[in-house]
């Protein structure tokens, strides 16, 4: 990823999700094929167990799959639109303080070109890990996302 398209990225990111910047989600990394995105530890967000909310887990790791899919897809963006299709969830464990989600795409680019290229409407999945700081995994999401052509 380039840093002009790493930087389209993040401020195209937090300009169309308003919600991104309202929990004030923050970059960590973007490259090839990852992006990775951090949720401060922010009372306002907290669960009646004092970790973030299972909502705020959810919009961190649900950006992070965006993040990845403007930053891989963001050249077709002029003939497709980017719209999640399907989320699962899984809540492990209890995470407390900040949180990181690192998403990574789970098709290769030019397949999902390729198909888009044809005619078709390609689904993909996003696989994404949620760790705390020190790196203990609390929940994992997939999100399978589309490219919508426009007509």
């Known amino acids: 990823m380039t ?4 930087e389209f990225v993040k ?3 937090l300009d169309a999700v308003p919600f991104a910047r309202t929990l004030g989600l923050e970059f960590v990394d973007l490259a090839p094929g990852s992006a990775t995105m951090r949720l ?11 970790g973030p909310h299972a909502g705020a887990l959810f919009s961190l790791a649900e950006s992070a799959s965006g993040a990845i899919v403007l930053g891989s897809f963001g050249d077709q963006l002029d003939r497709a ?3 999640a299709v399907t989320a699962e969830i899984h809540y492990r464990k209890l ?4 949180v990181v989600a690192e998403a990574r795409l789970g098709r ?8 888009l290229d044809a005619g078709g409407r ?12 020190d790196g203990t995994v609390t929940g994992a999401m997939t999100v399978t996302w589309t490219l919508r052509p426009k007509r």
């Open 95 to 98: 995470a407390m303080g900040p």
């Open 122 to 133: 390609p689904e993909f999945p996003v696989a994404v890990e949620i760790r705390t700081e």
């Open 11 to 13: 401020s195209g990111l």
């Open 81 to 83: 639109v980017p719209l």
């Open 40 to 50: 401060p530890d922010d009372p306002a967000h907290h669960n009646h167990v004092g």
């Open 108 to 115: 290769p680019r030019a397949e999902v070109v390729a198909e």
């Open 3 to 6: 840093t002009d398209n790493a």
